[in-house]
Structure formats: C-alpha cells, structure tokens
C-alpha cells in the first residue's frame, strides 16, 4: 500500500509525498521521483496508474503535489516556485525522510509535462546523487508556437535522460526532439509512442489497445531503469 508523507516546504507551508514501494520479488534497487503535470496533480489517473505500476514491477516510486496543487489552485506558480519546491522534496529524499517505505541507492527523478521540465531545469544547476531524468511527454513548447522552445538548459544536465514522446505530441514531436538531443553532453534516448499524443492516448484506428500502449511505455521506463540502477 503507498504511504503518504507531509513534506514542510517552509514554516507554514506543506505538501503532499506518496511513496509507493516496491514490489519485493523483483525489487530494482532504484527510486524515481516523479512530478505532475500543470493540468492535474498526483492523484491524477495517469500519476496514481504509472506510479503503482512502476513499483509493481520492483521500482520504489514518489509522486508529490507542487505547492499550488496542494492548495488546489489551477495555476502553476512562477518556475522558480516550482524548482524550489522540487529541490525541498530531492532533500528531504535525502535526508531520509522516506526511509519508512523505502531507502534506494540509486535515485532518479523526473516528472510528466510540467513536472518533467522543472525536474530538467533542477538537473541543470547539479546533479549530485541523482542517477537519471526521466521524462514522460516533454514540454517542448506550448502548442502551435513551435518558436518557443524550452530547451536552453538541456545541454548543462550531467545525467542520463529518458524522453518518452507520443509521435502526435503537440508539444513537440519526436522529429522535433531528436536533433535537440543529439547536441547534448549527456547520453539522451527518445523513446517514440507511435500514434500517441501527449498523455499517449491512441486513436482507434493505431492497431493497438491503450492498454498496450501504456504497457509498452512502462515496459521502457522500466528496462531503462533498472539500467541506471548498481545493486
């Protein structure tokens, strides 16, 4: 069963942390962290679904509410709101606050959407014990301003990144992530949703169930893990 956790972000303020341990049978020795999108929060169906399923297959799993979720407002806060508020929950990570349900070796972050681009732009300034971004619908830029490109701190992340992108994302296709990527310092894989849109659903006519679908991106997530992960 996940715990949840009440992380202090000041004095007065507080939000929410589930931990979803893993599955002990097939334990990876890895924990991700991972963020919300701008549109929803951590009990999102998406969050709650790739959340449990991840620590079903043996990967320690966290998921969190940015400030402005907990206190149930629809709009994100400033992005350096948002970066602070992920560092206090990489700290408190790391400073055994989740050692209840779980004390992993090696630990990766990253987020859907929204949640993703500030773990990216967190990763930017340093990366100190963090082993891996992974990063499920990249924000690339808002839809239909393809000029507005979010990608001028990727190069300064010393980690290893997984983007998974739906091939439909209006947010930034694969073809347009992929020359982006190649000009980083540090390995990047792009992992392709054929047909898939920015939460990766799939139309009717792809050949394939979302079940499917969602199994196929779990299963890269999870391979792509477990690599990163020194037992």
């Known amino acids: 069963m996940p715990d949840r956790y009440q992380i202090a972000i000041t004095s007065s303020e507080h939000v929410t942390a589930i931990a979803y341990p893993a599955a002990a049978r097939n334990r990876a020795g890895i924990c991700l962290m991972l963020a919300h999108g701008a549109g929803g929060d951590q009990t999102s169906s998406f969050m709650v679904r790739f959340a449990g399923d991840l620590a079903a297959r043996g990967l320690d799993t966290i998921t969190f509410n940015f400030l402005y979720s907990e206190r149930r407002r629809g709009v994100p806060d400033r992005n350096d709101k948002l970066e602070a508020y992920y560092r206090r929950m990489i700290d408190a990570y790391g400073d055994g606050l989740f050692e209840k349900s779980f004390n992993c070796r090696n630990f990766a972050i990253g987020g859907k959407s929204m949640g993703g681009r500030i773990a990216s732009q967190v990763l930017a300034t340093g990366s100190d014990g963090i082993v891996g971004l992974v990063l499920l619908g990249y924000p690339l830029h808002p839809p239909g301003r393809p000029e507005e490109l979010r990608d001028r701190h990727l190069p300064d992340i010393g980690v290893p990144m997984l983007f998974v992108q739906g091939s439909r994302d209006a947010f930034g296709t694969p073809d347009?992530?992929?020359?982006?990527?190649?000009?980083?310092?540090?390995?990047?894989?792009?992992c392709v949703v054929q047909g898939g849109d920015h939460s990766y659903k799939v139309p009717k006519r792809a050949?394939?169930?979302q079940e499917q679908v969602y199994q196929f991106v779990l299963d890269e997530v999870e391979r792509w893990l477990r690599a990163r992960s020194i037992l």
């Open 207 to 209: 050949g394939r169930t």
């Open 176 to 190: 347009e992530l992929a020359p982006i990527l190649k000009g980083l310092r540090a390995p990047a894989e792009l």
